[in-house]
């Protein structure tokens, strides 16, 4: 039996009302990605610093269609009374996931949900940022943590910059708790949006412990 457990996209959208920097509500104008930095190839032959930057920009190529164009495949699920609009789609994958992963991922859909949040951006931004605030609006977590990798300060300046985690769930009924290992991108533009990505990490002495979790795979996850 497999100790893998599979989640696929997730996006969340938040325009936030009270932003030192004003971001309009008639849509998202993402940066686009340099294209010196986006390559298909992550192989192995890369070194970990270079294989990230340009996984890095491959995630946020695929945000940028999922998010930018028209035409992506979205259908509309629901429309709260709060104004929160749902939305799901087949999702892509990137060359990062594993394929066994890949293609379990096929049997989902991915879920978008867009709203507007009565506070100013920085201090949402924040929130995502602190692991000891992370209950705060994920009750799913129950222990989330840093991994100790060797990330060069050259990818990490103050606008755009990457961390590794390890997070796991809580028990539900006879289900066991889940983990993840996952890379998380932070990135703050300009005119004042900010983006949380996460992807899968797979690292050594990070496997799967199937005694005490079962092994959850974020294929791809962001907040804007």
């Not at 699920?77 to 293609?103: F, I, L, N």
Request: proline residues 5%; aromatic residues 10%.
């Amino acid at each position: 039996m497999s100790c893998y457990s599979l989640i696929a996209l997730s996006l969340t959208i938040l325009y936030c009302v009270g932003s030192s920097e004003g971001i309009s509500f008639g849509g998202i104008a993402l940066p686009k990605v340099a294209p010196e930095l986006f390559r298909s190839e992550s192989s192995e032959v890369l070194g970990f610093a270079d294989k990230l930057k340009v996984e890095n920009e491959e995630m946020y190529a695929l945000l940028l269609d999922l998010v930018s164009n028209d035409k992506a495949g979205w259908t509309h699920v629901v429309t709260t009374a709060d104004g929160v609009t749902v939305q799901k789609r087949k999702m892509p994958t990137g060359s990062y996931v594993k394929e066994e992963d890949a293609a379990a991922g096929k049997k989902h859909a991915g879920v978008k949900s867009t709203g507007i949040i009565k506070a100013p951006i920085e201090t949402v931004f924040d929130l995502f940022i602190d692991n000891d605030r992370v209950r705060e609006y994920n009750e799913h977590i129950v222990k989330v943590r840093n991994v100790d990798v060797d990330i060069p300060k050259s990818l990490n300046p103050k606008s755009h910059w990457t961390k590794v985690t390890w997070s796991s769930s809580p028990k539900y009924g006879p289900f066991k708790a889940r983990d993840f290992v996952s890379v998380v991108n932070y990135r703050k533009f300009n005119n004042g949006t900010c983006i949380i990505l996460n992807r899968p990490a797979y690292l050594e002495g990070y496997e799967p412990q199937p005694s005490k979790y079962v092994r959850a795979t974020v294929l791809l996850a962001a907040n804007i």
